[in-house]
């Protein structure tokens, strides 16, 4: 069965840090083209970054350029972002998706929240 496990998230003061992963398993990790979405309260789920299935090519929305960094290991079947100078308004459920031929998969999500 196909599955996705987000784990990572926490509380963290403005201009923190938090490492975000994603395993993977049931489905051909390598050959899936993962991304990182967010939810925020209220709010519609926005892209933050997506990388290609050899991990060679990257995207980031506008509002983490510079801060997140996404990457994977396809030894481990495992995705990450890297987060760093957290703002509050990174605060939001993250969830990791993957798209592998027509299929879509996606993880229960992790809770970041950013405050003092």
């Known amino acids: 069965q196909e599955q996705l496990v987000e784990s990572g998230g926490g509380l963290v003061q403005p201009g923190g840090s938090l490492r975000l992963s994603c395993v993977a398993s049931?489905?051909?990790?390598?050959?899936?083209?993962m991304t990182w979405y967010r939810q925020a309260p209220g709010k519609e789920r926005e892209l933050v970054a997506a990388?290609?299935?050899?991990?060679?090519?990257?995207n980031y929305a506008d509002s983490v350029k510079g801060r997140f960094t996404i990457s994977r290991d396809n030894a481990k079947n495992t995705m990450f972002l890297q987060m760093n100078s957290l703002k509050p308004e990174d605060t939001a459920v993250y969830y990791c998706?993957?798209?592998?031929?027509?299929?879509?998969?996606w993880g229960q999500g992790t809770q970041v929240t950013v405050s003092s």
């Open positions: 998706r993957a798209d592998v031929a027509w299929l879509q998969f």
């Open positions: 049931g489905f051909s990790f390598m050959r899936a083209t």
């Open positions: 990388i290609n299935s050899a991990g060679a090519i990257t």
